[in-house]
T-cell receptor, first 116, second 111 residues
Framework: EAGVTQFPSHSVIEKGQTVTLRCDPI?????LYWYRRVMGKEIKFLLH????????ESGMPNNRFLAERTGGTYSTLKVQPAELEDSGVYFC??????????????FGPGTRLLVL | DQQVKQNSPSLSVQEGRISILNCDYT??????FLWYKKYPAEGPTFLIS?????DKNEDGRFTVFLNKSAKHLSLHIVPSQPGDSAVYFC??????????FGAGTTVTVRA
């Protein structure tokens, strides 16, 4: 069974440009999460989808970030316009939803974003 | 406001000995705790978890201990192997799915 995949693996852009990150969760996983790790610090939650609905977007830093999950399958995270402080590693994770919470989240390899 | 803390950024241990990683949390509402292992340029890989109704969970060489009164958990790796060299993250949730992570502890296993 394929794991969580993310594209691209790396992205280098200039301040003010737009970047779109993609995440394909494990097949059958209704829960999809985005996290970010900045400069070797802790991994921070950004938002959570259940199928195509945003369940919790309390971790989104500002309105320059837009996440979508059309059809409840893959998800995209767009940063527009990118700022220097957006640099970091963006992780996607997915888990099943059996209505009990405490489901293990499986992470993708991450997208390393560098804004110059 | 970091609710999960790993106060030791690094740990060096000799192959075959025990590795003990520590994690403290501040939110008493956390009811599910996990440890993830991360190699460079890869995503975190799930290692072991524990529910707040337990105080110990064991899986092969890995054991997690939970002390709710002290808001502390630890991961024991016995015996440590060279392939265990990685960054270990402690994480916690309040049954609302999102994880709060510590900053990680880099483990180096010496031959």
């Amino acid at each position: 069974e394929a794991g969580v995949t993310q594209f691209p693996s790396h992205s280098v852009i200039e301040k003010g440009q737009t970047v779109t990150l993609r995440c394909d969760p494990i097949s059958g996983h209704d829960n999809l999460y985005w996290y970010r790790r900045v400069m070797g610090k802790e991994i921070k939650f950004l938002l959570h989808f259940v199928k195509e609905s945003k369940q919790d977007e309390s971790g989104m830093p500002n309105n320059r970030f837009l996440a979508e999950r059309t059809g409840g399958t893959y998800s995209t995270l767009k940063v527009q316009p990118a700022e220097l402080e957006d640099s970091g590693v963006y992780f996607c994770a997915s888990s099943q939803d059996r209505g009990r919470g405490q489901e293990t989240q499986y992470f993708g390899p991450g997208t390393r974003l560098l804004v110059l | 406001d970091q609710q999960v803390k790993q106060n030791s950024p690094s740990l060096s241990v000799q192959e075959g000995r025990i590795s003990i990683l520590n994690c403290d949390y501040t939110n008493s509402m956390f009811d599910y705790f996990l440890w993830y292992k991360k190699y460079p340029a890869e995503g975190p890989t799930f290692l072991i978890s524990i529910s707040s109704i337990k105080d110990k969970n064991e899986d092969g060489r890995f054991t997690v201990f939970l002390n709710k009164s002290a808001k502390h958990l630890s991961l024991h790796i016995v015996p440590s192997q060279p392939g265990d060299s990685a960054v270990y993250f402690c994480a916690a949730s309040i049954n609302d799915y999102k994880l709060s992570f510590g900053a990680g502890t880099t483990v180096t296993v010496r031959a």
